[in-house]
Each structure stands twice: as C-alpha cells, then as structure tokens.
C-alpha cells in the first residue's frame, strides 16, 4: 500500500506543474454590458473603443499574469432592464471582470448582477458616486469624478478665474447626475461667493421640447446674473443652450462635463461664452503630454481621433484594474479591490487616482477647463479644485 501511495504521489506531483500552466495560459475575461445603441451609445461608444485599445496594447506587451485577456460585449440598448439581463450573461459566462455604462441609472443594474457573482464592475464613466460602495456595492467602481466635482470646479473657476459674481441655475431633473452636478455647483459657489448671489434656480427635464417659461423667469429676475449654469446633457441640453441665446441671452453659460466635445455644436452656431471642465481636448490644443500620446495611439490604431472626449476613461479603467491586478498577482476581486483602496494619486493617464474602501470615485482630479470659441471647443488651463464634497454632498443627505 505504501509504494501505492508513494506513486499515487509522485503522480500528483507531476500534474501538478502541468495544471499551474494550463492555468497561466487560460485567458482573463473582461465582459462589455454597454449601450452600444440608444442615447447612452453617445457616451459608451468611446470609452469603449479606447479600453479595447489597452486591453491590445496589454496583450501585445505580453499580456496579464502571462495571460492573454479576451473580451465580449453586449448591447443594453440603453434600457435598465436589459442591462440587468446582459450584465447577468456576462457574469454568467465567467467574466473575471464587468465593464458597465457610463451612468448610474443605466449601468447600476449590470453591476448589480456581476456583485451578486462576487466580480468587480467598473462603470466606464459613471458620475454619480452611488456607482460604488454605497450604491452597487465595495466591488464598484467607476472610471470618472463625481458629477458633484464637475459642478465644485466650474463653480470655483467661474467665481475665482472669471471673477463672476452672481449667477442663475438651470438644472436637468432627468438623471441623479445633473442633479448631483448641481448639488456641487451649488454648495462650491455658495462657499465662494455667498447663496444670496444664486438669483434663482429653475428645471426642465431633457426631453422637453421647450423651456420658453424657464427664459421667461430668468429674463424677469429684478437683476440680472453674471453667468448661467446648465446642468443637464446632449441633446436636451444643447437644445436649453440653443434656446437661451435664441432668446437673447448673452451672459457666460457655465456648464457640465456631459455638454463637452464639438459633436452638438452645430446646434448653436457662433456660440461663444460657453465653459466647462473636461477630461482632454481632442483639438490639438491640451497641454498634457500624456493625453496627447493617448490621442496618437488612438489615431494610430483606429485611423482617426476619438470622436469623444470621454474615451481617455475607458482607456484609463482598464489601466486601473490591470495595475492592481498586476500588484495582487491574482484576478480574484477581493484582492484586486484591496489595491485600488489603496490608490492615492496613483498616476495614470485619466490623471491622479485615489480611491479608499469608502469612495470609488475622484473627487478633485485636476479638470481642463474649456470653452468654445471659432465654433470648436478650446483648452483654457488645467484647474483642481480647492473645495472638496463631503460624504453628505456626494450622496445629497438632506438636500
């Protein structure tokens, strides 16, 4: 029985060698569950394009672990409870990570799937800080700032930089995003400026086909503001900023980063006096060398520049999690997850990147604050924003 046992051993030990590399040579999975249709294909066509392009520069490196990373993707047709169905398939199909869409509303119900399975899901540029810990869950993450950060920084820039005294909001009800974007803008232009120079607040909902009574009241204030902020998002927003100047409003619009990128303006043409804090310019014109060689990578490999600025996340999401994946030496989530808490301006082409085990999105990553001018969005400066949301900010507890 002994040399049985010895043997039985011995062969063990040999498959074990065998089995350690079958393993090292089993490719990683990332799964897609994005709009790759819909008003949110807008938004995730980009991002995703650019992750696609690490996810190949990985593998041409030599891959990750020593091994090759596939990916699939599926259409949500930017409908929540598709995005359920397709995020639950994905995870169904052994995913070692789930890529989701870029807003809470329309990704939340994949990521809820890939948590359920124990994976990480990581939105290629959801704004709203509940896509992480407190929403989804400690395996959420989310490439992008909170929305509240965008509004912190044009608030800042716009009091600070362009000397704006008073100023009139216009906010979008559509999505929890705007209204986090204003939630931040307000709270950072209150702390800089005073609440009483907010002259008036007003809403619309995206799909409206008309803001003529919102005009009305902004045109009757006793005074008249320095600036307009319009939180909201294309196309409903473009048509709020089309229908301001149409009706003779002048003033400086301020403005969110969902309005970024020169795809919409012809919607307004010769609109000038239109800023906003933006991840990169597409237009030659951004002064980080690492934005620029990411666009020189895209052009090389897709024959042209990214049609949205919102790729550099995708591109950068990736980088994220096959550093920390890298770092752990493993995919497995929990591990994985236990390096990016601990992040603290980790430097990566999206810019500094911080998380802990509460908080899953950046705060006060630097913006490039932009404007239009010629009908093309320009690079003004690199701006970070000095005032940053608390936890009842980030989540609008008692707002």
């Excluded at 096959?322 to 591990?335: C, G, M, N, P, R």
């Amino acid at each position: 029985m002994k040399s049985v046992a010895v043997a039985a051993s011995a062969a063990i030990a040999l498959l074990l060698p065998m089995a350690s590399a079958a393993h090292a040579e089993e490719p990683i999975k990332i799964g897609f569950a994005i709009a790759e249709s819909g008003w949110l294909s807008n938004y995730d066509s980009a991002p995703f394009k650019a992750a696609v392009m690490k996810i190949e520069e990985i593998n041409k490196a030599g891959g990750l672990l020593g091994r090759q990373i596939e990916y699939s993707v599926m259409d949500t047709k930017t409908e929540q409870a598709r995005a359920a169905t397709v995020g639950a398939q994905l995870v169904d199909s052994g995913v070692d990570m789930l890529v989701v869409s870029c807003d809470y509303d329309f990704g939340a119900p994949s990521a809820l799937a890939a948590k359920q399975a124990g994976k990480i899901a990581f939105s290629l540029c959801a704004a709203d800080p509940k896509m992480g810990v407190q929403g989804v869950g400690p395996l959420a993450f989310t490439a992008n700032s909170a929305a509240q950060s965008e509004g912190i920084a044009i608030a800042e820039y716009g009091n600070k930089k362009m000397n704006l005294k008073s100023v009139y909001v216009l906010e979008d009800l559509t999505i929890e995003y705007n209204k986090s974007a204003c939630a931040g803008f307000r709270a950072a232009w209150t702390a800089s400026a005073g609440a009483e120079t907010i002259l008036g607040n007003d809403t619309f909902k995206n799909d409206d086909p008309s803001i003529a009574s919102q005009i009305t009241r902004l045109k009757g204030l006793a005074t008249q503001p320095d600036a307009v902020f319009v939180c909201s998002f294309t196309p409903g927003g473009a048509s709020a900023v089309r229908q301001l100047r149409a009706a003779g409003i002048d003033l400086p619009i301020l403005a969110n980063t969902a309005m970024v990128d020169n795809y919409w303006l012809n919607a307004v043409p010769g609109l000038k006096d239109f800023y906003l804090p933006a991840f990169m310019s597409l237009y030659g014109d951004d002064p980080r060398p690492e934005m620029n060689k990411f666009l020189e990578s895209h052009k090389a490999r897709y024959g042209e520049l990214p049609v949205s600025s919102y790729s550099v996340l995708g591109y950068s999401l990736i980088e994220q999690w096959a550093y920390a994946v890298e770092q752990a030496k493993t995919t497995e989530s929990e591990a994985v997850v236990g390096v990016m808490n601990t992040f603290k301006d980790q430097p990566f082409t999206a810019g500094p990147t911080s998380f802990t085990d509460q908080l899953h999105i950046q705060v006060d990553r630097p913006w490039l604050i932009m404007k239009v001018e010629n009908d093309s969005f320009r690079a003004v400066e690199v701006y970070r924003n000095s005032f940053k949301p608390d936890m009842k900010l980030l989540f609008r507890v008692g707002q």
